[in-house]
């Protein structure tokens, strides 16, 4: 379905009563019965998952599995896949300026891309009454995943060109597929961008935003928005990178103190968060998930410009009890 999203950001900035727009897709596996190695390598479990998330959940939007194994797979890495995880990434495959200089951009449609892509394009036939985000992950993380997240961080002082070598490689990669999830209908992206939370301010300019900006200038317009996610701990620190990389949408995890962060985001941006996937919808009680929602909104919906969402992805098995403790929170605070 067709949307002018730059109007629904700014209905969203405007109404008093906000639905939650929390990072929900994979617990969807429970409801289905199947498991999350099923889930990922099917388009129409996914569609179906996100049918039935939308049909049970009162969110602001669809959003798609954030699986940030998908596009390091595509460019040849390997990947771990288990029954009840979010898939991740092993080793690496670029550790020389040689290897860097080789590698190939993929195709789409390499890897599991295509059935994601093929996910969302029937998801939008299903969900019609809400925007359909999709999932992809963000420049500098995709190039952490091929140079190895822990010596990325490392190659960003002691080898600059290769990192930017590989940078360049994923945001071309990324924009031929953000633009391919537009043609399929899709109302927009949701950019996963932790490992930027770790870079200081100066490396976080360097080697994510102005990749960033790049996707973003070249995917978004009037029907296609890039909501971008960090959950890492230097997010306030380098906010100021942040919030200039044109996204009007921005999604921020539990290792920042969310009522601090939205001092620093101007009004007319959406900032969302922060309620902890692992300790509070993962592990947490149906009780401490309600208190900790309420808690955030508290410190926060006095900003016209907030929406209460989870920190990052809800985790596979996080228990439904504790899922709608967390809306039933949200319908509490509004009706108070």
């Known amino acids: 379905m067709t949307m002018n999203m730059k109007q629904w950001v700014a209905d969203v900035i405007a109404s008093d009563k906000k639905e939650a727009l929390p990072v929900l897709s994979f617990p969807s596996i429970q409801k289905?019965?199947?498991?999350?190695?099923?889930?990922?390598?099917?388009?129409?479990?996914?569609?179906?998952?996100?049918?039935?998330?939308?049909?049970?959940?009162?969110?602001?939007?669809?959003?798609?599995?954030?699986?940030?194994?998908?596009e390091a797979e595509a460019f040849g890495s390997t990947i771990r896949v288990s029954d009840d995880e979010v898939p991740t990434v092993i080793g690496c495959i670029v550790s020389t300026e040689e290897e860097a200089d080789a590698l190939k951009v993929p195709e789409i449609g390499a890897?599991?891309?295509?059935?994601?892509?093929?996910?969302?394009?029937?998801?939008?036939?299903?969900?019609?009454?809400?925007?359909?985000?999709?999932?992809?992950?963000?420049?500098?993380?995709?190039?952490?995943?091929?140079?190895?997240?822990?010596?990325?961080?490392?190659?960003?002082?002691?080898?600059?060109?290769?990192v930017h070598t590989v940078l360049q490689k994923a945001t071309e990669f990324l924009i031929n597929y953000c633009n391919e999830y537009k043609k399929v209908g899709a109302n927009g992206i949701v950019m996963?961008?932790?490992?930027?939370?770790?870079?200081?301010?100066?490396?976080?300019?360097e080697f994510s935003a102005d990749y960033v900006k790049q996707i973003v200038d070249a995917v978004q317009d009037d029907n296609f928005i890039v909501v971008y996610h960090n959950c890492g701990n230097t997010a306030v620190k380098t906010i100021d990178t942040i919030v200039?990389?044109?996204?009007?949408?921005?999604?921020?995890?539990?290792?920042?103190?969310?009522?601090?962060?939205?001092?620093?985001v101007p009004e007319n941006l959406v900032a969302m968060g922060n309620v902890d996937p692992a300790g509070e919808f993962r592990n947490g009680t149906a009780e401490s998930v309600y208190n900790r929602t309420k808690e955030v909104m508290n410190e926060c919906c006095k900003y016209k410009n907030f929406v209460i969402s989870s920190g990052c992805d809800i985790p596979p098995m996080s228990p439904w009890e504790n899922i709608n403790a967390f809306f039933q929170a949200v319908d509490d605070f509004y009706a108070e």
Not at 125 to 147: E, H, M, Q, Y
């Open 192 to 205: 996963a961008e932790p490992l930027a939370g770790l870079l200081s301010p100066a490396l976080a300019q």
């Open 32 to 70: 289905m019965g199947i498991t999350v190695a099923e889930l990922i390598n099917s388009s129409d479990k996914q569609a179906e998952g996100m049918k039935i998330i939308a049909d049970s959940c009162p969110t602001a939007a669809s959003v798609s599995l954030m699986d940030l194994s998908l």
């Open 111 to 162: 890897g599991r891309t295509q059935i994601y892509i093929d996910a969302i394009e029937k998801a939008c036939k299903l969900i019609t009454d809400r925007p359909v985000l999709a999932g992809v992950i963000g420049p500098f993380s995709l190039a952490g995943r091929l140079l190895d997240v822990s010596e990325a961080l490392m190659y960003c002082y002691d080898e600059p060109d290769m």
């Open 244 to 264: 200039t990389n044109g996204c009007l949408m921005y999604h921020f995890g539990n290792a920042i103190n969310m009522a601090e962060m939205m001092t620093h």
